[in-house]
Nanobody
Framework: VQLQASGGGLVQAGDSRRLSCVVS????????MGWFRQAPGKEREFVAT????????RYADSVKGRFTISRNNAKSTVYLQMNSLKSEDTAVYYC????????????????WGQGTQVTVSS
């Protein structure tokens, strides 16, 4: 199973960015997907997760109302739309795959992508 995250880059505070994560080697409709992030010197933290059919989502308080997670099972892809970006959103963003029904902790995930860097300048 491979997860390929993309879409990161250097943006200014207030800008928007959409991350994508393409999964190969596994049919994703049977799995919950999630996004996490890790800033330098910090642990990987939960950002958002989405249920297998996309009907249920959960967000970290720090991104609620600004970020939106979605998925296209036919394309084996999960997205993270990030709006109103802040400097504190600067991190490497990782997508993950799990069968856990909650999916808000990194230890619950079986597979990870390589990460994509998002840098927000203020």
């Amino acid at each position: 199973v491979q997860l390929q995250a993309s879409g990161g880059g250097l943006v200014q505070a207030g800008d928007s960015r959409r991350l994508s994560c393409v999964v190969s080697g596994r049919v994703i409709r049977g799995y919950r997907m999630g996004w996490f992030r890790q800033a330098p010197g910090k642990e990987r933290e939960f950002v958002a997760t989405i249920s297998r059919d996309g009907g249920g989502t959960r967000y970290a308080d720090s991104v609620k109302g600004r970020f939106t997670i979605s998925r296209n099972n036919a394309k084996s892809t999960v997205y993270l739309q990030m709006n109103s970006l802040k400097s504190e959103d600067t991190a490497v963003y990782y997508c993950g795959l799990t069968s856990n029904i909650v999916g808000n902790e990194a230890t619950q995930y079986y597979y990870w992508g390589q990460g994509t860097q998002v840098t927000v300048s203020s």
